[in-house]
């Protein structure tokens, strides 16, 4: 009997999701998944504040070792959200080549207190 003859056997696994979904049981299957989710949630935190774009990634590694003919699978999985965008500050370099809060090359308003005294009420 050639391949294409020998009748299908269900523990073979020809597809891809099959293997996944049997690694460590069902649980690395069940692991991505959630992982997925929460990197999901992530992108559309992120996305709020950065005008509706986010970018992320998943990456999953297997790594195959054939001992014997005996084959073993090792998986991991690693997610990347988008960072929080952090809001900007301001300054100014002196001449002295420090930062200041203050413009340097704008003049300052001379600003003082005025004093609380009683106010006279006219009638017009």
């Not at 299957?29 to 990634?57: E, F």
Request: hydrophobic residues 30%.
């Amino acid at each position: 009997m050639d391949d294409q003859q020998k009748p299908h056997d269900p523990t073979t696994m020809r597809q891809f999701s099959q293997i996944i979904a049997e690694c460590e049981d069902g649980q690395f299957n069940a692991d991505l998944s959630d992982a997925l989710r929460n990197l999901i949630g992530d992108l559309h935190n992120s996305a709020v504040s950065a005008n509706g774009r986010a970018k992320g990634n998943m990456t999953v590694k297997i790594e195959f070792k054939l001992d014997g003919g005996v084959m073993t699978l090792t998986t991991d999985y690693s997610t990347k959200a988008p960072k929080a965008a952090r809001a900007h500050s301001v300054f100014w370099a002196t001449p002295e080549n420090n930062l200041s809060r203050r413009n340097p090359k704008q003049r300052e308003l001379e600003l003082r207190t005025v004093p609380d005294s009683p106010r006279e009420v006219r009638s017009i």
